[in-house]
């Protein structure tokens, strides 16, 4: 499917590529978005809601709750700062010592990552013609998740190092390799799904095996630092979290505000008309 | 052993899930929060795994956290389950590129410029040209 949206956004600067030990270039430059804007016609669109209902706030002059949303959003933008500075520190400690130290950690629960994703796909595989795109779409889905919960608590261990890269890498290999290569027999049978839930299994499994046999345990002062920073980012995240709620919140509130409203109207609407016929009843009479 | 119950959705109510899922993810890609985006285009891409935009947006999420390789297999599979989609081989080929792999990158490139002349869209063209000079 290819969608004819033309509008193309610029997401925010990416810095200096530190993540990933070498493997990748610096990424001074601001890198361009390949997302096309969404389509903002729909009625329940979420960027639409949203301002719709701040600009409907503005317009009434709700002041206290902009004011109540600013103070969310600044809250947010603190508690955002406040998780990136944490994140440094931890990735800071992190570089001090031993990348070995929780990868046997790490690489048993991608396996059993890989075991999920495996046990799952094959249920949909058995399930209809669609399946083998939906496998796809699971098994793209449990990867993506895994990686980016590594890259939130976990990884920040770990990133950096390029013998981790190489092992993330390795990961990346062995399941995407076999996805992307399964082209048009992935596409055409459940068998080639199956084939590829097994590569994804079989690879990601062998990977932890080795990783864990791999993986050593080292004690330092750093580490100590690093769970300290870790713990920040964890609350801070928990801090965003709510803010995010009380957003959502404050939001709500001026929906149900807008729908009381519109009822309030509605009802002087009837009032009035009511008035109105009783007036000319009573100048017929 | 309770048996899962099947939801029927129109097509129009998927498609509307679809893009009020992107507006969303959207809005918290843009705001720089890609993990939350991430998480709702995972969602989008249970919903709508036909859609490039689907595999476009999660892996631009993993490319933005500095995660190259995921991205890579993220749009490689893009190409197959949304083809043609000429975005998906353009991120292939940026992706590729992030992780020094030159040949392999340009003919990403070359396939993307391919799909997207075909495909009669200036503005497609032109950021394919973009993308692909500036990698």
Not at chain 1, 32 to 61: V, W, Y
Not at chain 1, 199 to 214: E, H, M, Q
Request: charged fraction near 20%.
């Amino acid at each position: 499917m290819s969608t004819t949206t033309s509008a193309v956004g610029s997401g925010p600067v990416s810095g200096p590529d530190t993540y990933s030990g070498g493997k990748t270039r610096e990424t001074s430059r601001q890198v361009q978005s390949l997302l096309p804007a969404p389509h903002l016609g729909l009625e329940l669109d979420a960027f639409s809601m949203l301002f719709a209902l701040t600009s409907k706030a503005r317009m009434d002059d709700q002041s206290s709750s902009e004011r109540l949303i600013r103070k969310a959003e600044g809250e947010r933008s603190k508690q955002w700062d406040q998780l990136r500075s944490a994140l440094r520190k931890a990735l800071e400690a992190s570089r001090h010592k031993s990348f070995w130290h929780d990868l046997g950690g790490i690489a048993s629960k991608v396996g059993r990552v890989a075991l999920v994703v495996a046990s799952i796909a094959v249920a949909v595989a058995s399930c209809g013609a669609a399946a083998p795109i939906a496998a796809l779409a699971i098994a793209g889905a449990v990867m993506s998740a895994a990686a980016m919960a590594q890259s939130e608590l976990h990884v920040l261990q770990a990133l950096g190092m390029s013998d981790k890269d190489a092992f993330w890498f390795e990961m990346g290999l062995a399941v995407g390799g076999s996805l992307a290569t399964g082209g048009a027999g992935v596409g055409a049978s459940a068998s080639g799904c199956l084939k590829t839930v097994g590569c994804i299994a079989d690879g990601a499994a062998g990977a932890s095996t080795v990783a864990a046999g791999a993986a050593k345990v080292e004690e330092s002062v750093y580490q100590k630092k690093e769970s300290y920073s870790n713990t920040d980012a964890v609350r801070t995240r928990a801090d965003i979290s709510k803010s995010n709620r009380l957003l959502m919140q404050i939001l709500a509130s001026l929906e149900e505000c807008e729908r009381s409203e519109a009822r309030v109207t509605k009802h002087f609407s009837g009032v009035i008309e009511a008035k109105g016929q009783a007036m000319v009843l009573a100048a017929r009479a | 052993m309770k048996q899962p119950v099947p939801v029927h959705v129109t097509e129009a109510e998927a498609a509307q899930s679809t893009e009020t899922l992107y507006a969303a993810g959207y809005f918290l890609f843009q705001q720089g929060n890609f993990a939350d985006a991430a998480a709702v285009f995972r969602w989008m891409l249970q919903v709508a795994p036909t859609d490039e935009r689907s595999w476009l947006a999660l892996a631009e999420c993993h490319e933005r956290v500095h995660q190259p390789w995921i991205a890579l297999e993220l749009y490689s599979t893009g190409t197959v389950a949304a083809e043609p989609s000429a975005r998906c081989w353009l991120g292939r080929g940026r992706a590729l590129s992030a992780l020094e792999r030159p040949d392999e990158a340009e003919a990403a490139f070359a396939e993307a410029v391919r799909l997207a002349q075909a495909s009669n869209d200036v503005n497609l063209t032109e950021l394919v040209e973009a993308v692909r000079c500036g990698s």
